[in-house]
């Protein structure tokens, strides 16, 4: 297991993808990329690259809003939802954590935005909710 990098910081928003990207490209001046959904976890992303770490904005595409980003807001309310490292290897860093007794939440790699292969620490593994991704 090769930890590269902060890979993103991912952020639950309400509202639409364009109303979130809104303050980070028209008040900050970054630039946004386009637009992806990742039906099977319920939620629409976006992209807005900041020097070498990328900010993930996640919306809620659920009909009941009830999708792991709408329950976070529902509990929580908008902001940061979890910090990805990027991997050299998402499975083998699975597997690896698992054999080490870290808690998990994915004992298995399994497809994200933006290409990548991705999986979730349990929070009280590392004190906040942990993602650790590969490129596909």
């Known amino acids: 297991m090769k930890v590269i ?14 109303d979130a990207a809104k303050f ?10 386009g637009t992806e959904k990742v039906m099977d976890q319920g939620v629409a992303t976006v992209f807005v690259p900041c020097g070498e770490t990328l900010l993930e ?20 309310g908008p902001g940061i939802q979890h910090v990805a ?20 939440i994915d004992h ?9 292969n991705i999986g979730f620490l349990h929070p009280k593994a590392a004190g906040l909710l942990l993602e650790v991704c590969s490129p596909k």
């Open 24 to 33: 980070y490209t028209d008040v900050l001046g970054l630039k946004a990329t």
């Open 57 to 76: 904005l996640l919306v809620d595409i659920t009909p009941e809003g009830n999708g792991p980003i709408g329950k976070y807001i529902a509990k929580n």
């Open 85 to 104: 490292l990027r991997v050299d290897d998402c499975e083998k860093t699975l597997a690896e954590l698992d054999a080490k007794g870290v808690a998990l």
């Open 5 to 18: 990098c902060v890979d993103h910081i991912g952020i639950a928003c309400k509202g639409s993808l364009e």
């Open 108 to 116: 298995h790699a399994r497809g994200g935005a933006g290409n990548m």
